[in-house]
């Protein structure tokens, strides 16, 4: 439940215990409950907070909310600076300032305009898909400002139309109501269709995963596409046609997509339809069960792409989470034959890129295979990393050659 506190216009003082303030000074924007001196319980969700030191040292200015346990975000760390429209009006022109330099997608591609913590906007992420904007909110503090920020899109963008997306898990830990609702412009009479990598792509941007779909591979699709020509591909967890689809329009032999979703894969044919892509057809299967039955059978691939869910949502998880990632990738190099790709996929932010690279370690030394990586990629550009939240490098995107 939401607190029925008045926002102040002026800053609340919160401070940090010993010893807990090293973070913050190296501008990190979390400030999680066991963080602080004081709860922060009696404040107004998306109230204004001056974060100090435990000898009262300021330190930065954020937005608490007292019913998340990541009590505070962090968006301001000069003392000059409120946080107010303004300062949301500007930081959203300054994330499409970063695009820019990145190169702007065309009218009709699609493209992550907001990055939450990259963007200095923690809790807001913001996609274009075509003439179209999906919005997620996932601070409850940052919803203060919904209409500023929807008002702002709106009118940088002039866009058909922005939907607004609240998911279930963020209205439990955040106190925000849950919300798929078109709340600007026009809604669109089915999917909204985007250019990307050469092909057009559907999606249903109040039924989708997260924003509508995943736009951080963009450039793994197509980088991958170049080491997949002329084989034949098992495409594991594939969603809604992604690497195996732009493999499949980029010369691979033949590509067999395999996801666990019905409607994803219903998606996928779709797309393949689309863009007369005929050499890739798809099964529904529990994709660690297909691997073992594939093997069963003696199959075997030229190529294998593993772009599972994620499977650490938290640090609890991290070690289920590294089992999960052995047992996937040594099924899928059981597969391949001699020479073979595998294209292997971490998007569990809490997994560091070490602790990937040495699973694979793991995976070539119990199944006595080498695994040379031959590209060691992130997320697209358009999802920035910020030196100073290292979990925005989340993305994991290995390409690698399996030896005898």
Known sequence: ??????????????????????????????????????DGSDLAVGQIVDLTGPDGQWIARGI???????????????????IGPDFIR???????????????????????IVFSESDG???????????????????????RFRDVILDH???????????????????????????????????????????????????????????GTYLDQQANHAAAAHYLRGKRVLDICCYAGGF???????????VVGVDGSEKALDAAAENARRNNVSNIRFAKADCFDYLQQAAVDGQSFDAVVLDPPRFAGSRHQLDSAMRAYQK???????????????VTNSCSGRVSRSEFLNMLSDVARKRSRSITI???????????????????????????????
């Open 1 to 38: 439940m939401s607190s029925s506190s008045t926002i102040s216009d002026q800053p609340t003082f919160l401070a940090v215990k010993p010893q807990r303030q090293f973070p913050f000074l190296s501008r990190h924007p979390w400030v999680h409950l066991s963080s602080l001196a004081q």
């Open 153 to 211: 899109l709106q009118s940088k963008f002039q866009p058909a139309g922005i939907c607004l997306r609240v998911d279930e898990k963020t209205s439990s830990h955040e106190g925000i109501e849950q919300s798929d609702s078109w709340v600007r412009g026009a809604q669109p009479d089915g999917p909204v269709y985007f250019k990307q990598n050469g092909l057009t792509w559907s999606v249903d941007l109040l039924g989708g995963q997260k924003t």
């Open 374 to 404: 031959l590209e060691s990629r992130g997320a697209a550009p358009d999802h920035p990393i910020s030196v100073s939240c290292p979990e925005t490098d989340y993305l994991k995107c290995m390409i690698c050659e399996v030896g005898p």
């Open 328 to 342: 996937l990738n040594s099924a899928a190099v059981e597969l391949l034959t001699p020479g073979g790709v595998l």
């Open 90 to 112: 500007t930081q959203i022109d300054f994330a499409i300032a970063r695009r820019a330099l990145i190169g702007l997608a065309p009218a009709d591609g699609a493209q992550r």
């Open 121 to 143: 906007l923690s809790g807001l992420v913001v996609d274009r898909y075509a003439d179209f904007l999906s919005v997620q909110i996932t601070a409850g503090g940052l919803d």
């Open 64 to 82: 608490a909310n007292p019913n998340s346990r990541l009590r505070v975000r962090l968006y301001s760390w000069n003392r000059d600076q409120m």
């Open 244 to 254: 195996g689809l732009v493999a499949a329009a980029n010369g691979a032999a033949e």
